[in-house]
């Protein structure tokens, strides 16, 4: 199976940016959608960004106009660009499959953390 690997994580302070990576081990070309997911304290995970295979993409009101996702087929790989980041920002970050009810195995994710 495809496994994950995101890195890009760290401390920032608010209004500072991040990119994000996603490292598939195979082929993210059969997966119609990839998505960018984030998990807050106490907060269940959720679905921030996705990008189809023809690169039309979504996001979540709270990051529309600050974070930007993108995916190169050819190095399987999913990125997300992180701008005017704040403090609400402050979770782990997971990418995965960003359509329907199949998932991956998670990977580990990367952790984000933004100061005030």
């Known amino acids: 199976q495809v496994q994950l690997v995101e890195s890009g994580g760290g401390l920032v302070q608010a209004g500072g940016s991040l990119r994000l990576s996603c490292a598939a081990t195979?082929?993210?070309?059969?997966?119609?959608?990839m998505g960018w997911y984030r998990q807050a304290p106490g907060k269940e995970r959720e679905l921030v960004a996705s990008?189809?295979?023809?690169?039309?993409?979504h996001y979540v009101d709270s990051v529309k106009g600050r974070f930007t996702i993108s995916r190169d087929n050819a190095k399987n790989t999913v990125y997300l660009q992180m701008d005017s980041l704040k403090p609400e920002d402050t979770a782990v970050y997971y990418c995965?499959?960003?359509?329907?009810?199949?998932?991956?195995?998670w990977g580990q994710g990367t952790r984000v953390t933004v100061s005030s």
């Open positions: 995965n499959i960003g359509v329907g009810v199949r998932r991956l195995t």
């Open positions: 195979g082929s993210i070309s059969d997966f119609f959608a």
């Open positions: 990008i189809t295979s023809g690169g039309n993409t």
